[in-house]
């Protein structure tokens, strides 16, 4: 997997882990603070053998480590977002 795939899929683990937190608060009073979180998905043999990877890093440098262990992710079907409205700004 690229590093640019790595990160993708990373970004998209994390926004997803945001949201849970957000609706689920109490979870991070099981993450120790300053602690490094690495999410493992056990659907995706290859991202989840990379973030362990990171994780074995982060403890050899003497990091807490938190894992996340998640079986998949839902599809998503559709955005969230209601009425949304852009606005571009130009310099002047």
Do not use: C, W
């Amino acid at each position: 997997m690229t590093e640019e795939k790595l990160f993708q899929k990373n970004v998209i683990l994390g926004g997803e882990f945001t949201k849970y937190v957000l609706d689920h608060p109490e979870i991070l009073d099981e993450i120790p603070r300053g602690a490094h979180v690495f999410i493992l998905p056990q659907d995706d043999p290859e991202l989840l053998e990379a973030n362990i990877r990171m994780a074995d890093k982060a403890l050899i440098d003497g990091e807490t480590v938190v894992y996340v262990k998640v079986d998949k992710l839902r599809p998503e079907t559709h955005s969230r977002l209601v009425n949304p409205r852009l606005e571009v700004a130009a310099a002047a």
